[in-house]
């Protein structure tokens, strides 16, 4: 069995500020773990995916995550937000094996003026 | 270009009534999912189907069906039994097998009950 828990379903945050947006995962086997961003009204895009190969993994649009098996985490960061990143983020596991791709409920990210 | 096409974007339905969404992809992939989202919820899955003529239920099935007659298509129908049907329905695809297993996401379609 896998879960995803996202700390914060709304962060706000300023333009040109530090975005952190937190992940927590449980899994029973090696997971592959995911960011997904999804703007109103739209699918969901691929912003990067870890799948073993380096613990920090640098994605789209100037973000990047850690995979921290120690604290069972996989924060997405990016230095400095941008008013074009304002959307919801899911962050999703998968076990190795597995189909199903179980999501977090997502974090709504804000970014102020 | 290659990707996923869902129809229609938005979609009514009367009480009682079935209703069909349309998922297209062709992209070559062996699985497509279909998960229902609402607000605060996350997504959840719905059915998944890893090869045609084959699909398994998801953790809410209960009031939806799906076929799997061509590889690039999967619909899925609301059925009248699916009393809260309100929501974002998202439909995906994959290659399962490959190193890079991911998900990629069509457009959605939003089903609201007249």
């Known amino acids: 069995a896998q879960s995803v828990t996202q700390l914060g379903s709304h962060v706000s945050v300023s333009e040109g500020a530090l975005v952190l947006l937190r992940c927590n995962y449980s899994s029973s086997v090696p997971p592959y773990l995911f960011w997904y961003v999804q703007y109103p009204n739209q699918g969901l895009q691929l912003l990067l995916k870890?799948?073993?190969?380096?613990?920090l993994v640098k994605g789209i649009n100037g973000f990047e995550a850690e995979f921290k098996k120690s604290e069972t985490s996989f924060h997405l960061t990016k230095p400095s937000a941008h008013m074009s990143d304002a959307a919801e983020y899911f962050c999703?596991?998968?076990?190795?094996?597995?189909?199903?791709?179980?999501f977090g409920k997502g974090t709504k990210l804000s970014v102020i003026p | 270009d290659g990707g996923i096409t869902q129809s229609p974007k938005y979609l009514f339905r009367k009480e009682g009534q079935n209703v069909t969404l349309s998922c297209e992809q062709n992209?070559?992939?062996?699985?497509m999912y279909w998960y229902r989202q609402d607000p605060g919820q996350g997504l959840r899955l719905i059915y998944y189907s890893q090869i045609v003529n084959d699909f398994q239920k998801g953790d809410i099935a209960e009031g939806y069906s799906v076929s799997r007659e061509k590889k690039e298509s999967f619909p899925l129908t609301v059925t009248s039994a699916q009393k809260n049907p309100t929501a974002f329905y998202l439909c995906a695809s994959s290659s399962p097998g490959r190193l890079l297993e991911t998900q990629y996401f069509g457009p959605g379609t939003r089903l609201l009950v007249l």
């Open positions: 999703a596991v998968i076990g190795a094996g597995s189909y199903q791709l179980t």
């Open positions: 992209l070559n992939h062996d699985a």
């Open positions: 870890y799948t073993s190969a380096a613990t």
